[in-house]
């Protein structure tokens, strides 16, 4: 069956990279873009909107107004896609530390599993440009979130992703908890408990050069926190790649 994926883009202040962003994302055939804005105050909802324009409905735009999150913004922009005839759910950053070219590969992964991780630590992933301080707290929260968990996946916090949409609709979105990037992980927590095949695919991460991180001590706090409140996967007995 060809395949319909549409690739979900959370933006908060992000205006400098998204016009690259989007223009990638439209080179790969067939992909459509939905972007969730958080009414960000430097007006990328807007430019989102002015990129939107000319594309054939290829790419859609979600105007947040409520509370701000990441997580909140995710649960939003996947129920929107389930509600469309959408094959494959992508997650990526709006920042460019994903290269777009890189979905295809993603979406190709999902032929045989449930959900495609885009890994910087599987076998060949690589990481450019990231601090030492960088590097330490990704690899510390990696090996945290599997001791804590049982999760087996290299790269738990990876934002880059792809989910066959029968498998995303399995899992009780309307439930999550978390806000900030701990979504990831309870993500990948109710797939793994639901089940699902998870396969990671390597890719070459860039630290952003424009714009500002939101990486907050709010964030970092919850994702501390969040690996205890999840437990233990309840069934898991995948085989990973
Ligand atoms: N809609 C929405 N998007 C958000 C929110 N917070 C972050 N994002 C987006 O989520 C993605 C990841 O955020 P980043 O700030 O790049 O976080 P990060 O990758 O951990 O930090 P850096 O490595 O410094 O870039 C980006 O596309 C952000 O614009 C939010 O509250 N709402
Ligand atoms: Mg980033």
Redesign the pocket.
């Known amino acids: 069956m060809e395949k319909r994926p549409i690739v979900i883009?959370?933006?908060?202040?992000?205006r400098d990279n998204l016009p690259a962003l989007i223009d990638g994302l439209l080179h790969t055939p067939a992909l459509r873009v939905l972007v969730?804005?958080?009414s960000s105050p430097d007006g990328t909802g807007e430019i989102a909107d002015t990129l939107a324009r000319g594309t054939h409905g290829r790419v859609s735009v979600l105007h947040?107004t409520g509370p701000?999150?990441?997580g909140l913004?995710y649960i939003d922009a996947m129920q929107h896609a389930l509600a469309t005839d959408a094959t494959d759910i992508c997650q990526i950053?709006?920042?460019l530390?994903h290269d777009p070219a890189d979905v295809s590969r993603l979406v190709a992964a999902t032929t045989g599993a449930d959900l495609a991780i885009g890994s910087r630590y599987a076998p060949g992933g690589r990481i450019e440009n990231w601090p030492r301080r960088?590097m330490l707290l990704s690899a510390f929260a990696n090996q945290y979130i599997r001791a804590i968990t049982g999760l087996q996946v290299r790269d738990c916090t990876s934002?880059f992703r792809c989910w066959r949409r029968d498998a995303l609709q399995r899992l009780p979105l309307a439930r999550l908890a978390s806000n900030g990037?701990a979504f990831q992980v309870e993500m990948l927590w109710e797939a793994a408990s639901a089940g699902c095949r998870i396969a990671e695919v390597p890719i070459t991460f860039v630290?952003?050069r424009l714009g500002?991180?939101?990486?907050s001590s709010r964030v970092i706090a919850e994702s501390v926190v969040m690996p205890w409140r999840l437990g233990r996967v309840p069934r898991y007995d995948l085989e990973l790649p």
Request: aromatic share 12%; hydrophobic share 20%; charged share 40%.
């Open positions: 883009v959370p933006t908060y202040n992000e969730v804005d958080d947040r701000r999150g990441f913004s950053d709006a920042d530390s960088r934002g990037y630290e952003r500002a991180s939101k990486l």
